[in-house]
Protein backbone atom coordinates (compact mmCIF):
# COMPACT_ATOMS: atom_id res chain seq x y z
CA UNK A 1 0.00 0.00 0.00
CA UNK A 2 1.18 3.40 -0.62
CA UNK A 3 0.95 6.24 1.36
CA UNK A 4 0.76 9.59 0.24
CA UNK A 5 1.85 12.14 2.64
CA UNK A 6 0.70 16.35 1.31
CA UNK A 7 3.55 18.90 2.55
CA UNK A 8 2.19 22.63 3.47
CA UNK A 9 4.52 25.15 2.98
CA UNK A 10 4.38 25.48 6.68
CA UNK A 11 5.41 21.88 7.24
CA UNK A 12 8.26 22.28 4.81
CA UNK A 13 9.59 25.51 6.40
CA UNK A 14 9.50 22.90 9.81
CA UNK A 15 10.79 19.93 8.74
CA UNK A 16 14.33 21.96 7.40
CA UNK A 17 14.68 23.74 10.13
CA UNK A 18 14.89 20.57 11.90
CA UNK A 19 17.73 19.00 9.44
CA UNK A 20 21.27 18.84 10.32
CA UNK A 21 22.94 22.61 9.50
CA UNK A 22 25.55 21.12 6.95
CA UNK A 23 25.04 24.03 4.54
CA UNK A 24 26.12 26.20 7.43
CA UNK A 25 28.85 24.55 8.83
CA UNK A 26 30.23 24.53 5.23
CA UNK A 27 29.81 28.56 4.99
CA UNK A 28 30.74 28.96 8.26
CA UNK A 29 34.28 27.52 7.24
CA UNK A 30 34.07 28.74 3.61
CA UNK A 31 37.18 29.61 2.16
CA UNK A 32 38.99 32.87 1.66
CA UNK A 33 41.11 33.75 -1.15
CA UNK A 34 44.69 35.51 -0.14
CA UNK A 35 46.32 37.19 -3.04
CA UNK A 36 49.96 36.80 -3.25
CA UNK A 37 52.50 38.88 -5.58
CA UNK A 38 56.10 38.03 -6.30
CA UNK A 39 58.45 39.43 -8.89
CA UNK A 40 59.73 35.96 -10.20
CA UNK A 41 59.82 34.34 -13.35
CA UNK A 42 57.11 31.40 -13.54
CA UNK A 43 60.36 29.31 -14.06
CA UNK A 44 62.10 30.43 -11.14
CA UNK A 45 62.22 28.23 -7.76
CA UNK A 46 60.51 30.90 -6.03
CA UNK A 47 57.61 30.77 -8.07
CA UNK A 48 57.61 26.60 -7.90
CA UNK A 49 57.19 26.50 -5.14
CA UNK A 50 54.88 29.00 -3.74
CA UNK A 51 52.77 27.22 -5.68
CA UNK A 52 53.26 24.00 -4.03
CA UNK A 53 53.10 25.71 -0.82
CA UNK A 54 49.37 27.23 -2.28
CA UNK A 55 48.38 23.93 -2.96
CA UNK A 56 49.55 22.64 0.44
CA UNK A 57 47.66 25.14 2.22
CA UNK A 58 44.78 24.41 0.60
CA UNK A 59 44.85 20.40 0.97
CA UNK A 60 45.69 21.01 4.86
CA UNK A 61 42.97 23.99 5.19
CA UNK A 62 40.51 21.77 3.36
CA UNK A 63 40.35 24.41 1.19
CA UNK A 64 39.52 27.02 3.86
CA UNK A 65 42.72 28.87 2.49
CA UNK A 66 43.41 29.25 -0.78
CA UNK A 67 46.37 31.68 -2.19
CA UNK A 68 46.60 32.81 -5.61
CA UNK A 69 49.53 33.84 -7.31
CA UNK A 70 50.34 36.99 -9.32
CA UNK A 71 54.12 36.15 -10.64
CA UNK A 72 56.70 38.58 -12.33
CA UNK A 73 55.21 41.57 -11.27
CA UNK A 74 51.66 41.48 -12.45
CA UNK A 75 50.36 43.39 -9.85
CA UNK A 76 52.73 46.38 -10.26
CA UNK A 77 56.72 46.59 -9.18
CA UNK A 78 58.17 45.47 -6.07
CA UNK A 79 57.93 48.71 -4.61
CA UNK A 80 54.71 49.67 -5.67
CA UNK A 81 53.28 45.68 -4.24
CA UNK A 82 54.78 46.20 -1.14
CA UNK A 83 53.04 49.39 -0.52
CA UNK A 84 50.00 47.67 -1.55
CA UNK A 85 50.89 44.65 0.90
CA UNK A 86 51.18 47.59 3.58
CA UNK A 87 47.70 49.10 3.17
CA UNK A 88 45.94 45.78 2.69
CA UNK A 89 45.36 45.63 -0.95
CA UNK A 90 47.58 43.04 -1.57
CA UNK A 91 47.31 40.12 1.23
CA UNK A 92 50.49 38.66 0.70
CA UNK A 93 53.74 39.21 -0.92
CA UNK A 94 57.40 37.80 -1.92
CA UNK A 95 59.43 40.89 -1.78
CA UNK A 96 63.21 41.33 -2.05
CA UNK A 97 63.67 43.79 1.49
CA UNK A 98 65.82 45.67 -0.27
CA UNK A 99 62.21 47.06 -1.65
CA UNK A 100 61.16 47.76 1.43
CA UNK A 101 63.51 50.91 1.66
CA UNK A 102 60.99 53.40 0.84
CA UNK A 103 59.13 52.13 3.87
CA UNK A 104 62.11 51.39 6.25
CA UNK A 105 65.18 52.14 5.64
CA UNK A 106 66.53 50.25 8.61
CA UNK A 107 65.39 46.77 6.91
CA UNK A 108 68.23 47.96 4.05
CA UNK A 109 70.84 46.69 6.54
CA UNK A 110 70.55 43.32 5.06
CA UNK A 111 71.62 44.50 1.62
CA UNK A 112 75.09 45.98 2.87
CA UNK A 113 77.39 44.56 0.64
CA UNK A 114 80.24 41.83 1.00
CA UNK A 115 78.84 41.34 4.36
CA UNK A 116 77.98 37.58 4.09
CA UNK A 117 80.89 35.23 3.69
CA UNK A 118 78.71 32.34 2.40
CA UNK A 119 75.57 31.57 1.87
CA UNK A 120 75.41 29.47 5.30
CA UNK A 121 76.47 32.52 6.92
CA UNK A 122 73.57 34.66 5.14
CA UNK A 123 71.31 32.17 6.22
CA UNK A 124 72.51 31.55 10.00
CA UNK A 125 71.90 35.48 10.01
CA UNK A 126 68.54 35.31 8.80
CA UNK A 127 67.34 32.14 10.31
CA UNK A 128 69.06 32.34 13.98
CA UNK A 129 71.05 35.52 14.80
CA UNK A 130 69.09 38.22 13.37
CA UNK A 131 65.50 36.26 13.00
CA UNK A 132 63.85 37.96 16.28
CA UNK A 133 65.52 42.00 15.45
CA UNK A 134 64.32 41.65 11.94
CA UNK A 135 61.03 40.15 12.61
CA UNK A 136 60.29 43.31 14.82
CA UNK A 137 60.91 45.70 12.03
CA UNK A 138 58.78 44.22 9.44
CA UNK A 139 56.29 44.73 12.18
CA UNK A 140 57.03 48.25 12.93
CA UNK A 141 57.30 48.59 8.77
CA UNK A 142 53.56 47.00 8.93
CA UNK A 143 53.97 43.53 7.76
CA UNK A 144 53.66 40.07 9.45
CA UNK A 145 56.86 38.32 8.61
CA UNK A 146 55.77 34.53 7.95
CA UNK A 147 59.46 33.00 6.30
CA UNK A 148 62.82 33.28 4.59
CA UNK A 149 63.08 32.29 0.80
CA UNK A 150 65.98 32.87 -1.72
CA UNK A 151 67.07 35.38 -4.31
CA UNK A 152 70.55 34.70 -3.77
CA UNK A 153 73.88 36.61 -4.27
CA UNK A 154 73.50 38.96 -6.66
CA UNK A 155 76.07 38.74 -10.02
CA UNK A 156 77.52 41.49 -12.32
CA UNK A 157 77.27 41.10 -16.48
CA UNK A 158 78.16 43.27 -19.60
CA UNK A 159 78.63 43.85 -22.95
CA UNK A 160 81.71 45.53 -22.65
CA UNK A 161 84.26 43.40 -21.10
CA UNK A 162 85.40 40.30 -18.50
CA UNK A 163 85.63 41.63 -15.21
CA UNK A 164 88.34 40.36 -13.10
CA UNK A 165 89.50 43.16 -10.78
CA UNK A 166 87.42 46.30 -9.26
CA UNK A 167 89.03 48.62 -12.22
CA UNK A 168 86.87 46.88 -14.56
CA UNK A 169 84.35 48.12 -13.46
CA UNK A 170 85.46 51.43 -13.46
CA UNK A 171 83.69 53.58 -16.30
CA UNK A 172 81.40 51.42 -16.90
CA UNK A 173 77.58 52.57 -17.73
CA UNK A 174 75.46 50.17 -15.20
CA UNK A 175 71.74 49.82 -14.29
CA UNK A 176 71.06 49.50 -10.52
CA UNK A 177 67.91 49.51 -9.11
CA UNK A 178 67.00 52.10 -6.65
CA UNK A 179 68.01 50.78 -3.06
CA UNK A 180 70.75 52.93 -1.68
CA UNK A 181 73.13 49.65 -0.91
CA UNK A 182 73.38 48.58 -4.37
CA UNK A 183 73.30 52.29 -6.27
CA UNK A 184 76.43 52.76 -3.47
CA UNK A 185 78.42 49.77 -3.47
CA UNK A 186 78.85 50.44 -7.63
CA UNK A 187 79.77 54.29 -7.00
CA UNK A 188 82.51 53.10 -4.65
CA UNK A 189 83.39 50.62 -7.52
CA UNK A 190 83.62 54.04 -9.89
CA UNK A 191 80.72 53.11 -11.94
CA UNK A 192 78.65 55.47 -14.02
CA UNK A 193 75.05 54.37 -12.49
CA UNK A 194 71.38 54.38 -13.72
CA UNK A 195 68.19 53.83 -12.14
CA UNK A 196 66.06 52.40 -14.80
CA UNK A 197 62.78 49.85 -13.99
CA UNK A 198 63.37 46.12 -13.87
CA UNK A 199 60.86 45.52 -16.72
CA UNK A 200 62.95 48.17 -18.77
CA UNK A 201 65.98 46.45 -17.97
CA UNK A 202 66.19 44.10 -21.05
CA UNK A 203 65.43 46.67 -23.60
CA UNK A 204 68.12 49.14 -22.13
CA UNK A 205 71.09 46.02 -22.03
CA UNK A 206 69.73 45.96 -25.87
CA UNK A 207 70.34 49.19 -27.08
CA UNK A 208 73.01 49.40 -25.24
CA UNK A 209 71.42 52.72 -22.81
CA UNK A 210 74.01 50.54 -20.29
CA UNK A 211 76.81 48.80 -20.70
CA UNK A 212 75.65 46.44 -17.51
CA UNK A 213 73.66 45.29 -14.56
CA UNK A 214 73.61 43.34 -11.47
CA UNK A 215 70.92 40.39 -10.62
CA UNK A 216 71.39 36.80 -9.19
CA UNK A 217 72.09 34.11 -11.20
CA UNK A 218 68.56 32.50 -11.56
CA UNK A 219 67.11 35.99 -12.05
CA UNK A 220 70.05 36.73 -14.95
CA UNK A 221 68.72 33.77 -16.61
CA UNK A 222 65.15 33.87 -16.06
CA UNK A 223 64.80 37.46 -17.77
CA UNK A 224 67.23 36.24 -20.66
CA UNK A 225 69.64 39.30 -20.15
CA UNK A 226 72.71 36.88 -21.00
CA UNK A 227 71.24 37.54 -24.79
CA UNK A 228 72.43 41.04 -24.88
CA UNK A 229 74.82 40.12 -22.39
CA UNK A 230 78.15 38.94 -23.00
CA UNK A 231 80.32 38.66 -19.88
CA UNK A 232 78.69 37.26 -16.45
CA UNK A 233 81.32 37.93 -13.27
CA UNK A 234 80.54 36.22 -10.39
CA UNK A 235 81.06 39.22 -7.76
CA UNK A 236 78.57 38.27 -5.07
CA UNK A 237 78.63 41.60 -4.04
CA UNK A 238 75.10 41.53 -2.09
CA UNK A 239 73.21 38.81 -0.55
CA UNK A 240 69.16 39.11 -1.59
CA UNK A 241 67.00 37.05 0.08
CA UNK A 242 62.65 36.79 -0.55
CA UNK A 243 61.00 37.25 2.46
CA UNK A 244 57.13 35.98 2.61
CA UNK A 245 54.91 38.58 4.47
CA UNK A 246 51.55 38.90 5.27
CA UNK A 247 49.27 42.36 5.64
CA UNK A 248 48.68 42.15 9.46
CA UNK A 249 45.23 42.46 8.84
CA UNK A 250 44.86 39.63 6.23
CA UNK A 251 47.06 37.81 8.59
CA UNK A 252 44.70 38.09 11.53
CA UNK A 253 41.87 37.17 9.18
CA UNK A 254 43.01 32.89 9.31
CA UNK A 255 42.74 31.08 12.63
CA UNK A 256 45.33 29.90 14.72
CA UNK A 257 45.45 26.24 13.24
CA UNK A 258 45.31 28.14 9.60
CA UNK A 259 48.43 30.13 10.52
CA UNK A 260 50.27 27.27 12.34
CA UNK A 261 49.59 25.65 8.81
CA UNK A 262 50.66 28.39 6.75
CA UNK A 263 53.60 29.26 8.44
CA UNK A 264 54.94 25.03 8.19
CA UNK A 265 54.49 25.52 4.39
CA UNK A 266 56.24 28.24 3.90
CA UNK A 267 59.17 27.17 5.93
CA UNK A 268 59.26 24.24 3.56
CA UNK A 269 58.44 26.17 0.47
CA UNK A 270 61.46 28.42 1.14
CA UNK A 271 63.99 25.99 2.72
CA UNK A 272 63.09 23.91 -1.03
CA UNK A 273 63.64 27.62 -2.86
CA UNK A 274 67.07 28.18 -1.02
CA UNK A 275 68.43 24.62 -2.34
CA UNK A 276 67.31 24.96 -5.58
CA UNK A 277 68.72 28.31 -5.96
CA UNK A 278 71.85 27.30 -5.38
CA UNK A 279 71.92 23.41 -6.93
CA UNK A 280 70.57 25.16 -10.03
CA UNK A 281 72.83 28.45 -10.15
CA UNK A 282 75.84 26.19 -11.72
CA UNK A 283 73.30 24.67 -14.74
CA UNK A 284 72.34 28.48 -15.37
CA UNK A 285 75.91 29.13 -15.61
CA UNK A 286 76.64 26.46 -18.11
CA UNK A 287 73.75 27.13 -20.19
CA UNK A 288 74.51 30.92 -20.53
CA UNK A 289 78.34 29.90 -21.41
CA UNK A 290 77.27 27.58 -24.37
CA UNK A 291 75.10 30.75 -25.51
CA UNK A 292 78.94 32.32 -25.69
CA UNK A 293 79.02 33.63 -22.37
CA UNK A 294 82.11 34.68 -21.15
CA UNK A 295 82.34 33.63 -17.06
CA UNK A 296 84.90 34.65 -14.41
CA UNK A 297 85.01 34.18 -11.04
CA UNK A 298 87.65 36.73 -9.26
CA UNK A 299 88.08 37.25 -5.67
CA UNK A 300 85.75 38.87 -3.77
CA UNK A 301 88.69 40.43 -1.23
CA UNK A 302 89.41 43.26 -3.23
CA UNK A 303 86.22 44.13 -3.94
CA UNK A 304 85.68 44.40 -0.62
CA UNK A 305 88.30 46.54 0.09
CA UNK A 306 87.03 49.31 -2.36
CA UNK A 307 84.02 49.32 -0.03
CA UNK A 308 84.65 52.06 1.88
CA UNK A 309 82.74 54.62 0.71
CA UNK A 310 79.58 52.84 0.50
CA UNK A 311 79.73 51.90 3.90
CA UNK A 312 80.45 55.53 4.94
CA UNK A 313 77.17 56.53 2.92
CA UNK A 314 75.11 53.33 4.53
CA UNK A 315 76.11 53.67 7.99
CA UNK A 316 74.86 57.69 7.90
CA UNK A 317 71.94 56.32 6.47
CA UNK A 318 71.09 53.60 8.49
CA UNK A 319 72.33 55.20 11.64
CA UNK A 320 75.37 54.40 14.58
CA UNK A 321 72.24 52.57 16.61
CA UNK A 322 71.45 50.21 13.76
CA UNK A 323 74.25 49.73 11.88
CA UNK A 324 75.99 48.79 15.22
CA UNK A 325 73.37 46.35 15.78
CA UNK A 326 73.02 44.54 12.56
CA UNK A 327 76.79 44.36 12.68
CA UNK A 328 76.42 42.21 16.27
CA UNK A 329 74.36 39.93 14.83
CA UNK A 330 75.93 39.77 11.71
CA UNK A 331 79.30 38.38 13.18
CA UNK A 332 77.80 36.54 15.76
CA UNK A 333 76.26 33.86 12.77
CA UNK A 334 79.73 33.60 11.75
CA UNK A 335 80.06 30.92 14.51
CA UNK A 336 77.69 28.49 13.71
CA UNK A 337 75.60 27.19 16.72
Known amino acids: MTTHIRWSRRSLVLASASLPLVGMVRSAGAAVE ?9 THPVHLEAEGMAR ?9 VRIRIFPNNALGSPVETAQQTRLGAIDL ?3 NPANLEPISRTIGVINIPYQFDNWEHAHRTLDSTARDWLAQQFRSSGFQWIANFEWGFRAFTNSRRPVNTPADIQGLRVRVPPELAIRAAFEALGASIQTI ?4 VYLALSNRTVDGQDNPVATVFAAKFFEVQSHLALTRHIYAPIVLLANPRAWGRMNA ?6 TEEAARAGAAARTAVRTQEEDYIAQMQRAGVQVTRPEVGPF ?3 MGPAYDQLRRALGEQVWSSWEGLV ?7
Open 56 to 64: RIEERTRGE
Open 34 to 42: YRLTHPADV
Open 304 to 306: RER
Open 257 to 262: DQQAVV
Open 331 to 337: NAARRPA
Open 93 to 95: ILA
Open 197 to 200: AFQE
